[in-house]
């Protein structure tokens, strides 16, 4: 048992996790160098940094201030809000796009159909649909710094002079700073590596603006040894923008120590005291961000799969459930492609938990240099952007494309015919969700629990499956779904990594996007921000109201 | 320094009463100590000095003047008080002289000033030299005097202390504790502290006010409150007590069950009062009527527990006496008070 332990973990974490996520990345690297001349254009790198610039500065006065309102305000309607404002960044952002393709085009978006004032096919554009998207990511961690902050912190200010608003000023904003700037990091690092929207409202947009990811997309899909080289080019330079926001952000975060805010008694801050009037106004004001970031989108996206004819109005009249039957029954890939996906996203999500439980409780229990190591294998990733995971994969392990390195070993993925490649790149990316959760709902778990199975009788094995698994379990059940709802509909990766006839949601809603056929993706737009809201509503229910959104 | 006068004070959290018409006044350059246990409304009516909680009806006076009353409410940063926090609230991104000398940053006070008066705050409170950590940088005693001088640096009117030394360990508490008391007679600075720990109660404060369900149930002197309680609740929050029922009285010579005579005079009957003993109010003497039981050793006393006439009582001795457990002793009374039972 002793012995058989190591290697049966060895065989089955820790080689996949080398061979498809550690090996692919040094092939990427490796074969950057022959592609060089692909940096002598850097439009896409300087267009990827003003869009993750500016993204953040979007996300940064929307959710911080966001955060400030619901901690310290006492809103009417606080925990409505509070869910409302969370949901955007559930649903991908992909599809929001899509929303805002049909409320915003020049030509015959609905908010311009009273005269042509806005063009969503513009930097502009791309930066309010992914600000939109993303600002509960800065919103969330400040939320939770500012509701854990010891109430007497900013008490014992008032207590030496300072005015409310001094107190934020002097204390409240600097103590938020490490997640205000986790939260900036993020979203930078998310625009970044995002391919669907600046690809859809830039890339095949008018103005044909072009981000690192949708370059790398592009020169693969024109294809040949030079454009495949200089894909892997740009791809190292996604790499290196990557590392560089996560180092800055490491540091700005980097005395964690000394802004340790939580103190035993954890007296909760008191709300500030506003008159009602202006309680009121600042509730409306977040309703509308809801309106706008939610409501406004969904509401389209709802309204539009029911169209009978684009353009013919939008009253009742021209409603039907015509799409649906189209999309669902006449559109012979379309259920494939759904069950494909379900498959694809609930085995990743098990894979994901099983490794990722394996690993955390190795590095919870055993903390040595080798778990460290295989913890930070299985965290990288997620920050690593799909389109290099997506190429890697395919340098390294597809035959379609001629770098095969070991011919014998891509035989058993191609036998999935492309699924087999889509569910290691989904593996690769989510597990960090996976350890994580495991991770944290261990720390959890006091060691005494285990200790006293064992002194029991129990071998460690049956400890940790009697006693640690059955109080892991709520985390773990979080964690699968956190790895399966944006696997559901995961574009970048899919659409490089797809083989032929085996459809997956992603390149079916790419598909129809692309066919400019916008009630049939509308179509199925509705089917997964439906699915992904009812899953979140399970993620909260299993982890009482703690995780999901 | 100015006094604190508290005119019935309430105060509700929803449906709960918390306060029920505290009245209380601490005279200039007075500690005053509130004791209870959780939820008795001690933190409560420390925060309404303070102006973080707004009292539901009275009025609070720092000096002459009214800060919280009906249609007034001064705001905490406008009362000029210094507080110190049980978790010391230190805060983790100022170095410990940006956190001593903030009350000056916020009032203005020039540099030079400034300078001047956190290295004397620093001194008092026995951290000369280490403006310049950050807290993370200092151990709990060390964050808890920090948060003392920051209390102290703007000279306030009055001091109010939550809790300030429980999260201590006990010998950082002792010294604090003599600290405190030290520094408050020194100074001649008005305090309000809040304490669930009758030993800081007792060694700090001129006067202790019990409370209990919101009211004050005694107030005194530390010792008249110890040694004349006037309920059973009061002698035991101030420390422990042997509650031993009545068989007879005889004018004012009073036998328990447990076969203890002592000289009380009162109009107490035997049903509805109890005679209450501390442990040192007992001596032991050769004799028989009470079996030692246990016998600890505790360096500056031996405690022991004896069994009279089937009940347990409490011994303090010192620590000379010999006793071991199953010795004959007889037990003599030389203080004692009665006190009526309570339903």
């Given at each position: 048992m002793r012995r058989l332990l190591p290697i049966a973990l060895i065989a089955t974490v820790v080689l996949p996790l080398l061979a498809f996520g550690l090996f692919p990345m040094i092939l990427v690297i490796a074969r950057a160098f022959d592609g060089l001349d692909a940096l002598s254009e850097p439009t896409a790198l300087w267009t990827t940094l003003s869009l993750s610039f500016?993204?953040?500065?979007?996300?940064?006065?929307?959710?911080?201030?966001?955060?400030?309102?619901?901690?310290?305000?006492?809103?009417?309607?606080?925990?409505?809000?509070?869910?409302?404002?969370?949901?955007?960044?559930?649903?991908?952002?992909?599809?929001?796009?899509?929303?805002?393709?049909?409320?915003?085009?020049?030509?015959?978006?609905?908010?311009?159909?009273?005269?042509?004032?806005?063009?969503?096919?513009?930097?502009?554009?791309?930066?309010?649909?992914?600000?939109?998207?993303?600002?509960?990511?800065?919103?969330?961690?400040?939320?939770?710094?500012?509701?854990?902050?010891?109430?007497?912190?900013?008490?014992?200010?008032?207590?030496?002079?300072?005015?409310?608003?001094?107190?934020?000023?002097?204390?409240?904003?600097?103590?938020?700073?490490?997640?205000?700037?986790?939260?900036?990091?993020?979203?930078?690092?998310?625009?970044?590596?995002?391919?669907?929207?600046?690809?859809?409202?830039?890339?095949?947009?008018?103005?044909?603006?072009?981000?690192?990811?949708?370059?790398?997309?592009?020169?693969?899909?024109?294809?040949?040894?030079?454009?495949?080289?200089?894909?892997?080019?740009?791809?190292?330079?996604?790499?290196?923008?990557?590392?560089?926001?996560?180092?800055?952000?490491?540091?700005?975060?980097?005395?964690?120590?000394?802004?340790?805010?939580?103190?035993?008694?954890?007296?909760?801050?008191?709300?500030?005291?506003?008159?009602?009037?202006?309680?009121?106004?600042?509730?409306?004001?977040?309703?509308?961000?809801?309106?706008?970031?939610?409501?406004?989108?969904?509401?389209?996206?709802?309204?539009?799969?029911?169209?009978r004819a684009w353009g013919a109005g939008l009253g009742p009249s021209n409603w039907s459930l015509d799409n649906y039957r189209r999309v669902l029954f006449e559109n012979k890939h379309t259920i494939p492609a759904l069950l494909n996906s379900v498959m694809l996203a609930s085995a990743a999500g098990l894979i994901a938990v099983v490794v990722g439980t394996v690993v955390a409780y190795l590095r919870a229990r055993q903390p040595s240099l080798k778990t460290r190591a295989l913890a930070m294998l299985t965290h990288a990733p997620y920050?690593?952007?799909?389109?290099?995971?997506?190429?890697?994969?395919?340098?390294?392990?597809?035959?379609e494309v001629r770098f095969i390195a070991f011919d014998r070993v891509t035989l058993a993925i191609?036998?999935?015919?492309?699924?087999?490649?889509?569910?290691?790149?989904?593996?690769?990316?989510?597990?960090?969700?996976?350890?994580?959760?495991?991770?944290?709902?261990?720390?959890?778990?006091?060691?005494?629990?285990?200790?006293?199975?064992?002194?029991?009788?129990?071998?460690?094995?049956?400890?940790?499956?009697?006693?640690?698994?059955?109080?892991?379990?709520?985390?773990?059940?979080?964690?699968?779904?956190?790895?399966?709802?944006?696997?559901?509909?995961?574009?970048?990766?899919?659409?490089?990594?797809?083989?032929?006839?085996?459809?997956?949601?992603?390149?079916?809603?790419?598909?129809?996007?692309?066919?400019?056929?916008?009630?049939?993706?509308?179509?199925?737009?509705?089917?997964?921000?439906?699915?992904?809201?009812?899953?979140?509503?399970?993620?909260?229910?299993?982890?009482?109201?703690r995780g999901g959104f | 320094m100015s006094s604190i006068a508290l005119t019935k004070i309430s105060k509700s959290f929803g449906k709960t009463r918390v306060l029920e018409g505290i009245d209380l006044n601490v005279a200039q350059g007075e500690v005053v100590a509130l004791l209870g246990p959780s939820g008795c409304g001690k933190s409560t009516l420390v925060r309404i000095v303070a102006g973080l909680d707004q009292a539901d009806g009275g009025e609070v006076r720092l000096g002459d003047r009214l800060v919280e009353g009906p249609g007034v409410h001064v705001p905490p940063e406008a009362r000029n008080l210094g507080m110190v926090f049980q978790s010391y609230a230190v805060w983790p991104h100022r170095t410990v002289a940006q956190n001593v000398g903030y009350p000056l940053h916020v009032r203005g006070t020039s540099r030079s000033e400034r300078d001047e008066r956190i290295?004397?705050?620093?001194?008092?409170?026995?951290?000369?030299?280490?403006?310049?950590?950050?807290?993370?940088?200092?151990?709990?005693?060390?964050?808890?005097?920090?948060?003392?001088?920051?209390?102290?640096?703007?000279?306030?009117?009055?001091?109010?202390?939550?809790?300030?030394?429980?999260?201590?360990?006990?010998?950082?508490?002792?010294?604090?504790?003599?600290?405190?008391?030290?520094?408050?007679?020194?100074?001649?600075?008005?305090?309000?502290?809040?304490?669930?720990?009758?030993?800081?109660?007792?060694?700090?404060?001129?006067?202790?006010?019990?409370?209990?369900?919101?009211?004050?149930?005694?107030?005194?002197?530390?010792?008249?409150?110890?040694?004349?309680?006037?309920s059973l609740y009061v002698a035991e929050a101030l420390g422990p007590i042997n509650v031993l029922e009545l068989a007879n009285i005889e004018g004012a010579r009073v036998t328990t069950r447990a076969g203890l005579t002592a000289d009380v005079a009162s109009d107490a009957t035997v049903d509805g009062f109890v005679l209450a003993v501390r442990p040192e109010w007992l001596a032991l003497e050769a004799g028989e009527g009470a079996i030692v039981e246990s016998s600890t050793f505790l360096g500056e006393r031996r405690e022991l527990i004896c069994k009279a006439g089937g009940v347990s009582v409490r011994v303090a001795a010192p620590p000379g006496v010999s006793a071991r457990a199953g010795d004959q002793v007889k037990l003599v009374v030389r203080d004692a008070i009665l006190l009526a039972k309570e339903g």
């Amino acid at each position: 048992m002793r012995r058989l332990l190591p290697i049966a973990l060895i065989a089955t974490v820790v080689l996949p996790l080398l061979a498809f996520g550690l090996f692919p990345m040094i092939l990427v690297i490796a074969r950057a160098f022959d592609g060089l001349d692909a940096l002598s254009e850097p439009t896409a790198l300087w267009t990827t940094l003003s869009l993750s610039f500016g993204v953040t500065a979007f996300t940064l006065l929307v959710g911080v201030p966001a955060a400030f309102a619901l901690a310290r305000c006492e809103l009417p309607g606080q925990r409505r809000l509070r869910t409302l404002l969370t949901l955007p960044s559930v649903v991908p952002p992909y599809l929001m796009g899509i929303a805002w393709l049909d409320l915003a085009n020049p030509r015959n978006g609905i908010l311009n159909l009273l005269g042509q004032w806005v063009d969503i096919y513009t930097q502009a554009g791309i930066v309010w649909v992914l600000g939109l998207c993303f600002f509960p990511l800065v919103m969330l961690p400040v939320l939770a710094t500012l509701e854990r902050m010891d109430a007497s912190l900013e008490e014992s200010a008032r207590l030496s002079g300072a005015k409310p608003l001094t107190v934020i000023r002097d204390i409240t904003l600097p103590l938020a700073m490490p997640s205000i700037a986790a939260g900036a990091v993020l979203v930078f690092l998310a625009t970044a590596a995002t391919f669907g929207v600046p690809y859809l409202l830039g890339t095949a947009g008018p103005r044909r603006i072009t981000v690192l990811t949708t370059a790398i997309v592009d020169h693969i899909t024109v294809g040949g040894d030079a454009h495949f080289s200089k894909a892997m080019a740009l791809s190292l330079l996604l790499l290196v923008v990557s590392a560089a926001a996560t180092l800055l952000g490491s540091l700005a975060t980097r005395g964690e120590r000394k802004y340790a805010i939580v103190s035993g008694k954890g007296a909760r801050a008191r709300p500030l005291r506003l008159p009602t009037r202006t309680r009121t106004a600042i509730a409306a004001v977040l309703w509308g961000v809801v309106f706008v970031s939610v409501i406004l989108p969904i509401g389209t996206l709802a309204a539009v799969s029911l169209l009978r004819a684009w353009g013919a109005g939008l009253g009742p009249s021209n409603w039907s459930l015509d799409n649906y039957r189209r999309v669902l029954f006449e559109n012979k890939h379309t259920i494939p492609a759904l069950l494909n996906s379900v498959m694809l996203a609930s085995a990743a999500g098990l894979i994901a938990v099983v490794v990722g439980t394996v690993v955390a409780y190795l590095r919870a229990r055993q903390p040595s240099l080798k778990t460290r190591a295989l913890a930070m294998l299985t965290h990288a990733p997620y920050a690593i952007p799909g389109t290099v995971i997506a190429l890697g994969l395919l340098l390294g392990w597809s035959r379609e494309v001629r770098f095969i390195a070991f011919d014998r070993v891509t035989l058993a993925i191609d036998l999935f015919s492309g699924l087999g490649a889509l569910l290691a790149a989904y593996v690769i990316k989510y597990l960090a969700f996976g350890v994580r959760l495991a991770g944290s709902g261990l720390v959890q778990i006091d060691r005494a629990l285990e200790e006293a199975a064992r002194t029991s009788g129990a071998s460690r094995l049956r400890a940790a499956t009697d006693v640690v698994v059955p109080l892991l379990l709520p985390s773990l059940g979080a964690a699968w779904l956190l790895v399966f709802l944006p696997t559901l509909s995961e574009i970048t990766m899919s659409i490089l990594l797809v083989g032929p006839g085996t459809p997956v949601v992603g390149t079916i809603l790419f598909e129809l996007q692309s066919y400019a056929d916008p009630p049939s993706a509308a179509v199925l737009v509705v089917l997964l921000v439906g699915l992904t809201l009812a899953g979140n509503a399970a993620l909260r229910r299993i982890t009482a109201g703690r995780g999901g959104f | 320094m100015s006094s604190i006068a508290l005119t019935k004070i309430s105060k509700s959290f929803g449906k709960t009463r918390v306060l029920e018409g505290i009245d209380l006044n601490v005279a200039q350059g007075e500690v005053v100590a509130l004791l209870g246990p959780s939820g008795c409304g001690k933190s409560t009516l420390v925060r309404i000095v303070a102006g973080l909680d707004q009292a539901d009806g009275g009025e609070v006076r720092l000096g002459d003047r009214l800060v919280e009353g009906p249609g007034v409410h001064v705001p905490p940063e406008a009362r000029n008080l210094g507080m110190v926090f049980q978790s010391y609230a230190v805060w983790p991104h100022r170095t410990v002289a940006q956190n001593v000398g903030y009350p000056l940053h916020v009032r203005g006070t020039s540099r030079s000033e400034r300078d001047e008066r956190i290295r004397r705050a620093l001194e008092l409170v026995h951290l000369d030299g280490l403006g310049a950590r950050y807290p993370h940088e200092l151990s709990g005693g060390q964050q808890q005097r920090v948060a003392l001088a920051r209390a102290l640096v703007g000279e306030p009117e009055v001091l109010l202390l939550d809790e300030p030394l429980s999260n201590l360990d006990a010998r950082l508490r002792e010294e604090m504790r003599r600290e405190l008391a030290e520094l408050s007679a020194r100074l001649d600075i008005t305090v309000l502290l809040v304490t669930h720990d009758q030993g800081e109660a007792l060694a700090i404060a001129d006067r202790v006010a019990v409370m209990r369900k919101g009211r004050i149930a005694q107030l005194g002197a530390p010792e008249d409150t110890y040694r004349r309680p006037n309920s059973l609740y009061v002698a035991e929050a101030l420390g422990p007590i042997n509650v031993l029922e009545l068989a007879n009285i005889e004018g004012a010579r009073v036998t328990t069950r447990a076969g203890l005579t002592a000289d009380v005079a009162s109009d107490a009957t035997v049903d509805g009062f109890v005679l209450a003993v501390r442990p040192e109010w007992l001596a032991l003497e050769a004799g028989e009527g009470a079996i030692v039981e246990s016998s600890t050793f505790l360096g500056e006393r031996r405690e022991l527990i004896c069994k009279a006439g089937g009940v347990s009582v409490r011994v303090a001795a010192p620590p000379g006496v010999s006793a071991r457990a199953g010795d004959q002793v007889k037990l003599v009374v030389r203080d004692a008070i009665l006190l009526a039972k309570e339903g």
